[in-house]
């Protein structure tokens, strides 16, 4: 047996503007409130292929970088194409050190967290 990676808890000034985001790139919807918390996933809700993310209010200084970030895949346009539509969403570029010979795109969402667009098209689920 098993583990499934259900939730990602990601601990946010504003889950409202973070969730307004996720929910752009993503084509999620808003599943649950609990608090000041919003749990986002997709339509078919939780359990299904993909996990939920969970934007938790936490007003406390930033900690320095997150030891773990999301990659995301286009699924219905090419790479250049979709990152035109995050930086629209409101991601901005973001400099690591890349060369810029990387085939992705490190980009960082309204509150900084980083994330990278993959250059592979994916089939949608």
């Known amino acids: 047996m098993a583990c ?4 990602l808890v990601l601990n946010c000034r ?5 969730a307004r985001f996720w929910c752009e790139v993503l084509d999620f919807v808003e599943l649950d409130r609990e608090g000041d ?3 986002i996933g997709p339509r078919e809700g939780f359990g299904g292929a993909q ?3 969970i934007l938790s209010r936490d007003d406390a200084p930033d900690k320095g970088q997150l030891r773990l970030h999301i990659d995301v895949n286009a699924t219905d346009r090419d790479q250049d194409a979709e990152l035109e539509r995050l930086l629209a ?3 901005r570029h ?3 050190g890349q060369t810029g ?8 969402d309204p509150e900084g967290n980083e994330f990278c ?3 592979a098209r994916l089939a949608p689920l």
């Open 117 to 119: 667009l993959l250059k």
């Open 101 to 108: 010979e990387e085939p992705w795109y490190v980009l960082a």
């Open 14 to 18: 504003d889950p409202e503007a973070l």
């Open 89 to 91: 969403a409101g991601a």
């Open 51 to 53: 996990p939920t993310i």
């Open 37 to 39: 918390d919003i749990e």
């Open 94 to 96: 973001a400099d690591v």
């Open 4 to 7: 499934r990676i259900s939730e």
